[in-house]
């Protein structure tokens, strides 16, 4: 799911020899992190301890419930913290960046900003100090607060959605799609008596189950997944949480609002693009890290290919729009600038550091920036086309 490490590319992509580029808009989520909070753990050892002093854990819970304290152990004091595996990948993202595009950075000047989230803070420091080292002539300004709350986490700030969400519009065909999809039988295989445990216990304690180690790989603990679930569990309990992602993130057929949170972001994209090409800018690259609430609304707002799935068929979204493929940890959304030797302007967009096409129903990658921009001002409401 969402807790996927990064899936990198060998090398940066390619530009034809005929563009020259010139600015960089970058988007991107916190690298791979210990698992954001303990509830979930923590619930998951209370019920499997209970279980055990009941005498109904079998081995199998008795070695789950091993390995869930080993990771409550090493979490301690390090909840959501940002790990040696997301510095590596951000450092990553950064060495690909300078090299594809070394001109930007050679006595450029970098902006980077980001959410208050410590986790967020530090992959823009791993980010930014790795080009550093990479050209130490690079002007770099930073900037980590509340005050970037409106663009890097909006879901905290927008009041329409806030108030969407306290609706709890997708709760019901959440629910519905959970009752009738999370399997029971990886919590029955962890006790010993077949009565321990209702169906609606056995699916939430399969779902916690998945929930702690689905986060694992991105804390560097390795876990033999066919020992708990089989390939058909696995994928039933993925789809519930691929499915509560696209409904609280994305735009629907529930509501847009979801998409809408990330306008202000969109526009900021657009305009920091326009003042790079008239001179107004003051920075080569802008980078800008957050979460992947942050990007699941961006890119479903942009309508990116397998960002954006409208459907009234719920059962249908696992086969349309992935997590894993839309936001793995240190997702990132790339809009690179070119210029032509005649002068006019070309832009690219890169998910997740490979070329994706903008415009529904083409496979074009390099657009006229008059043509993107036109496309892009269509995806914002009304009151921000200007």
Same mark, same amino acid.
């Given at each position: 799911?969402?807790?996927?490490?990064?899936?990198?590319?060998?090398?940066?992509?390619?530009?034809?020899?005929?563009?020259?580029?010139?600015?960089?808009?970058?988007?991107?989520?916190?690298?791979?992190?210990?698992?954001?909070?303990?509830?979930?753990?923590?619930?998951?050892?209370?019920?499997?301890?209970?279980?055990?002093?009941?005498?109904?854990?079998?081995?199998?819970?008795?070695?789950?419930?091993?390995?869930?304290?080993?990771?409550?152990?090493?979490?301690?004091?390090?909840?959501?913290?940002?790990?040696?595996?997301?510095?590596?990948?951000?450092?990553?993202?950064?060495?690909?960046?300078?090299?594809?595009?070394?001109?930007?950075?050679?006595?450029?000047?970098?902006?980077?900003?980001?959410?208050?989230?410590?986790?967020?803070?530090?992959?823009?420091?791993?980010?930014?100090?790795?080009?550093?080292?990479?050209?130490?002539?690079?002007?770099?300004?930073?900037?980590?607060?509340?005050?970037?709350?409106?663009?890097?986490?909006?879901?905290?700030?927008?009041?329409?959605?806030?108030?969407?969400?306290?609706?709890?519009?997708?709760?019901?065909?959440?629910?519905?799609?959970?009752?009738?999809?999370?399997?029971?039988?990886?919590?029955?295989?962890?006790?010993?008596?077949?009565?321990?445990?209702?169906?609606?216990?056995?699916?939430?304690?399969?779902?916690?189950?998945?929930?702690?180690?689905?986060?694992?790989?991105?804390?560097?603990?390795?876990?033999?997944?066919?020992?708990?679930?089989?390939?058909?569990?696995?994928?039933?309990?993925?789809?519930?949480?691929?499915? #509560?992602? =696209?409904?609280? @993130?994305?735009?629907?057929?529930?509501?847009?609002? !979801?998409? /809408?949170?990330? *306008? +202000?972001?969109?526009?900021?994209?657009?305009?920091?693009?326009?003042?790079?090409?008239?001179?107004?800018?003051?920075?080569?690259?802008?980078?800008?890290?957050?979460?992947?609430?942050?990007?699941?609304?961006?890119?479903?707002?942009?309508?990116?290919?397998?960002?954006?799935?409208?459907?009234?068929?719920?059962?249908?979204?696992?086969?349309?729009?992935?997590?894993?493929?839309?936001?793995?940890?240190?997702?990132?959304?790339?809009?690179?600038?070119?210029?032509?030797?005649? #002068?006019? =302007?070309?832009? @690219?967009?890169?998910?997740?550091?490979?070329?994706? !096409?903008? /415009?529904?129903? *083409? +496979?074009?990658?390099?657009?006229?920036?008059?043509?993107?921009?036109?496309?892009?001002?269509?995806?914002?409401?009304?009151?921000?086309?200007?």
């Amino acid at each position: 799911g969402s807790a996927k490490p990064y899936p990198a590319p060998y090398e940066p992509a390619e530009y034809p020899d005929s563009l020259t580029p010139v600015f960089l808009n970058h988007v991107g989520r916190h690298g791979a992190r210990f698992l954001s909070s303990p509830k979930t753990s923590v619930d998951l050892a209370r019920k499997l301890q209970s279980a055990d002093s009941a005498g109904v854990l079998s081995p199998l819970g008795k070695e789950l419930l091993g390995l869930v304290k080993r990771v409550i152990e090493v979490s301690h004091n390090r909840w959501g913290a940002l790990d040696s595996l997301g510095m590596a990948e951000q450092r990553g993202i950064a060495s690909r960046m300078f090299r594809a595009y070394p001109g930007l950075f050679t006595e450029g000047k970098v902006y980077a900003l980001s959410s208050y989230a410590p986790r967020c803070v530090m992959s823009m420091y791993e980010f930014t100090h790795q080009l550093d080292r990479l050209n130490n002539n690079v002007e770099i300004y930073t900037s980590a607060g509340r005050q970037n709350s409106p663009l890097m986490r909006p879901f905290d700030v927008v009041k329409d959605y806030i108030e969407w969400t306290g609706s709890k519009q997708w709760e019901a065909p959440y629910n519905m799609f959970f009752d009738t999809t999370a399997p029971a039988g990886p919590a029955r295989r962890l006790v010993t008596d077949s009565g321990a445990l209702d169906n609606h216990a056995a699916q939430e304690l399969s779902w916690n189950e998945y929930k702690v180690l689905a986060g694992l790989p991105a804390m560097g603990i390795q876990v033999d997944y066919s020992k708990y679930f089989t390939v058909e569990e696995m994928n039933a309990l993925w789809a519930c949480e691929n499915l #509560g992602h =696209y409904l609280r @993130r994305t735009a629907t057929t529930l509501s847009v609002e !979801p998409a /809408l949170i990330a *306008s +202000d972001l969109l526009l900021n994209l657009i305009n920091s693009t326009d003042a790079a090409i008239d001179g107004r800018g003051t920075s080569d690259v802008e980078l800008r890290f957050g979460h992947a609430e942050t990007l699941m609304p961006l890119l479903s707002l942009m309508r990116l290919k397998g960002c954006y799935y409208m459907t009234n068929y719920f059962d249908t979204v696992a086969l349309h729009w992935r997590d894993f493929d839309v936001v793995p940890m240190a997702a990132n959304l790339q809009m690179v600038l070119f210029k032509t030797g005649a #002068g006019k =302007y070309y832009v @690219r967009f890169d998910l997740n550091e490979r070329p994706v !096409p903008l /415009l529904p129903g *083409s +496979d074009v990658v390099y657009l006229p920036w008059k043509q993107a921009r036109e496309y892009l001002m269509r995806c914002l409401p009304l009151h921000l086309q200007i």
